[in-house]
C-alpha cells in the first residue's frame, strides 16, 4: 500500500503562484495513477488535477484548466501540483490521491489518500 505526504502549501497573494508536492513511499509508486482534489469544511472533496502512471497524460477540472499544471517524477516517488495565478477560491486543503484507474475524477475511484496540506490565498 502506498503511503502520500503532501507539502509546500502555505499562504499565498491572489494572482501569484504555488507549487505542492506530493512524496509516496514503497516501489509500487509507478503502478498508480495519481490526483488531486481540494476540500474546503464540512465539504466534499473536489478533483483539480490528475495524471497516469508514466505521466504522459494530464487531465484538469475545467475551473483550473490553464492555471494547474501536474507532473511526476516516478524515480524520485513525487508528484508535483504548480498552481498559477491563484483565486481566492483555490483556498483550502488540498490532497493527492493514488488509482489503480487512468483518468478518474471521482473520490470513490481513488485508493490511497495523503493527510493534506493547507493552501491560504489572500486576496
Known amino acids: 500500500q502506498v503511503q502520500l505526504v503532501e507539502s509546500g502549501g502555505v499562504l499565498v497573494q491572489a494572482g501569484g503562484s504555488l507549487r505542492l508536492s506530493c512524496a509516496a513511499s514503497?516501489?509500487?509508486?509507478?503502478?498508480?495513477?495519481m490526483g488531486w482534489f481540494r476540500q474546503a469544511p464540512g465539504q466534499e472533496s473536489e478533483f483539480r488535477a490528475g495524471?497516469?502512471?508514466?505521466?504522459?497524460?494530464?487531465y484538469y477540472a475545467e475551473y483550473v484548466m490553464g492555471r494547474f499544471n501536474n507532473s511526476r517524477d516516478n524515480a524520485k516517488n513525487t508528484v508535483y501540483l504548480q498552481m498559477n495565478r491563484l483565486k481566492p477560491e483555490d483556498k483550502d486543503v488540498y490532497y493527492c490521491?493514488?488509482?489503480?484507474?487512468?483518468?478518474?475524477?471521482?473520490?470513490?475511484?481513488?485508493?490511497?489518500w495523503g493527510q493534506g496540506t493547507q493552501v491560504t490565498v489572500s486576496s
Open positions: 495524471i497516469t502512471k508514466s505521466g504522459s497524460v494530464t
Open positions: 490521491a493514488a488509482s489503480r484507474l487512468p483518468l478518474q475524477r471521482k473520490t470513490d475511484e481513488y485508493d490511497y
Open positions: 514503497g516501489r509500487t509508486f509507478s503502478s498508480y495513477n
